[in-house]
T-cell receptor
Framework: AQTVTQSQPEMSVQEAETVTLSCTYD???????LFWYKQPPSRQMILVIR??????QNATENRFSVNFQKAAKSFSLKISDSQLGDAAMYFC?????????????FGQGTTLQVKP | DVKVTQSSRYLVKRTGEKVFLECVQD?????MFWYRQDPGLGLRLIYF???????EKGDIPEGYSVSREKKERFSLILESASTNQTSMYLC????????????FGPGTRLTVT
């Protein structure tokens, strides 16, 4: 069975600095997708970034980028120029590529604090 | 914009009560999900549905049931609420599987006393 592990329950970063959130996963599949979701306090969960396993290029979305190491089964999220609005809980998630359900397997979450 | 709504943001129920949590999506998505979110455990899948009247158990279905009579609506039912079901419940929907984004509702924080 696939598992996703986020080993950092809490992280903090100074505004305008860069922070990296870690995620590792375990799977025997070669076709899958990885996601980072953001859950701001009292607000809805939203997608931050997505990575297809078959793509070697790391995904980027503005200030958010990933470091996808397929052999090491590592999928970290880098937030550059951190802003107060980045404070949230971040979840790493795995989705089997040939799934016909779209089910996600989530990590435990990392709470990010941004200090002004 | 995809919109997923849940019937209540906060709910307080007594032990033994039957509880209904409702979720509605407005984008004609085929698949819908109910998750439970607990500190340190992330989100765990309770049930999902891939079509009207079709459902499958997730990882933690015990104590829960679901109903999907219409494509846009997916209900989670706690037949006899217990204190260990106090949690945040999140609903989500997705148009297609395989790399597509799940859209989440705002969550219902349920307290069972």
């Amino acid at each position: 069975a696939q598992t996703v592990t986020q080993s950092q329950p809490e992280m903090s970063v100074q505004e305008a600095e860069t922070v990296t959130l870690s995620c590792t996963y375990d799977t025997s599949e070669s076709d899958y997708y990885l996601f980072w979701y953001k859950q701001p306090p009292s607000r809805q969960m939203i997608l931050v970034i997505r990575q297809e396993a078959y793509k070697q290029q790391n995904a980027t979305e503005n200030r958010f980028s990933v470091n996808f190491q397929k052999a090491a089964k590592s999928f970290s999220l880098k937030i550059s120029d951190s802003q107060l609005g980045d404070a949230a809980m971040y979840f790493c998630a795995y989705q089997h590529g040939s799934s016909n359900t779209g089910k996600l397997i989530f990590g435990q979450g990392t709470t990010l604090q941004v200090k002004p | 914009d995809v919109k997923v709504t849940q019937s209540s943001r906060y709910l307080v129920k007594r032990t033994g009560e039957k509880v209904f949590l409702e979720c509605v999506q407005d984008m004609d998505h085929e698949n819908m999900f109910w998750y439970r979110q607990d500190p340190g455990l992330g989100l765990r899948l309770i049930y999902f549905s891939y079509d009207v009247k079709m459902k499958e158990k997730g990882d933690i279905p015990e104590g829960y049931s679901v109903s999907r009579e219409k494509k846009e609506r997916f209900s989670l039912i706690l037949e006899s609420a217990s204190t260990n079901q106090t949690s945040m419940y999140l609903c989500a929907s997705i148009r297609l599987a395989g790399g597509w984004e799940q859209y989440f509702g705002p969550g219902t924080r349920l307290t069972v006393t």
